[in-house]
């Protein structure tokens, strides 16, 4: 069993313990969904990190087929396609050029609540989930420094804390069957990777600062939800 729908089915388990339950269970709804999404990197990881695209599954549990809560449980990898910036040329020597090529995998598993209208063809919705998110971080600095060829690589392979809040419609497009959008912000924790501005070249050498940072993005996710 993967471990994304071992954990649902843990969830499951907790919930109609918790709850008394056999009613409950056999009230159930499960909705699974698959998105493509794509990624718009802001803030600090908005310097660097260029575009992103991926796909996402989640299951959605629900105690009753008109009961508005739900508990969400998703999976994500999402690709940030390779973009390179330029390091301030105040931050160097005369006759210094670097610039930082960055890409990105990461892998996010996230479960939390869900608050959604149950009446209507079209139903909004609600969600926040907490999990982490797995990063494969690879940038490049790269060009002259004090007119001689200069080339370093600095990569961060982690698993961190990550959390993401969104909206979203569904629309029944027949029995069993719904389409989906949501927009969502999604946060990383202790990603390190390089900012352009923190880039500095003095007699000594370049120097680089990779400390902690949050990898910020909005995710816009477009798919279908089937019932199961």
Known sequence: MKPRHRLTWIVLGLAVIASGASPAFAQMEHLGGGYLESSFPIGEWGKIAGFGMGLDGTDIIRFGPEKPFAWRVSTGLVYNFSRTVDVPSSNLLPGSALEIETKNWSLLFGIGPELSRRDADIMPFIYGTAGFDTYWTSSTLQGTASGLPYETEHGDSRIAFAYAAGVGLRRK????????????????????????????????????????????????RIGSVLAN
């Open 173 to 220: 497009v027949f029995e069993g069957y719904m389409g989906e959008i949501s927009v969502e912000f999604r946060r990383g924790a202790s990603h390190h990777f390089l900012l352009p501005e923190l880039v500095t070249e003095d007699a000594t050498g370049v120097h680089t600062d990779r400390s902690s940072r949050s990898s910020d993005q909005i995710i816009l």
